[in-house]
């Protein structure tokens, strides 16, 4: 069983940053394919940002194209996703979640094809 757990999260004022983080379990990590997705008070969860198992491609959501950058470390079982220059609608719950089967492509994009999420942290944007 592979558990992800999300910390990081907080109150930032429009502009600032925040960087989560999600430390995975399992000694497999380095294989799965990790996303970052978020879900808005009365809005579906989303894709954000996602991350292949070597780190060497990524893929982002248009809207935080160029502000946030995800990244991993398989020495430490830990994704990251640094948040630049947010914005209030960025504000959301953010989970990560991780795709055992690895994969690269349209697939990452896809909140049905990750196997396991974390219980997600709250960020909140201020004006």
């Known amino acids: 069983q592979v558990q992800l757990v999300e910390s990081g999260g907080g109150l930032v004022q429009a502009g600032g940053s925040l960087r989560l983080s999600c430390a995975a379990s399992?000694?497999?990590?380095?294989?799965?394919?990790l996303g970052w997705f978020r879900q808005a008070p009365g809005k579906e969860r989303e894709f954000v940002a996602a991350?292949?198992?070597?780190?060497?491609?990524?893929y982002y959501a248009d809207s935080v194209k160029g502000r946030f950058t995800i990244s991993r470390d398989n020495a430490k079982n830990t994704v990251y996703l640094q948040m630049n220059s947010l914005k209030p609608e960025d504000t959301a719950v953010y989970y990560c979640?991780?795709?055992?089967?690895?994969?690269?492509?349209?697939?990452?994009?896809?909140?049905?094809?990750?196997?396991?999420w974390g219980q997600g942290t709250q960020v909140t944007v201020s004006s």
């Open positions: 399992g000694r497999t990590f380095s294989s799965y394919a």
């Open positions: 979640a991780g795709r055992t089967r690895g994969g690269r492509g349209p697939v990452l994009l896809l909140e049905g094809n990750y196997d396991y």
């Open positions: 991350i292949n198992w070597s780190g060497s491609i990524t």
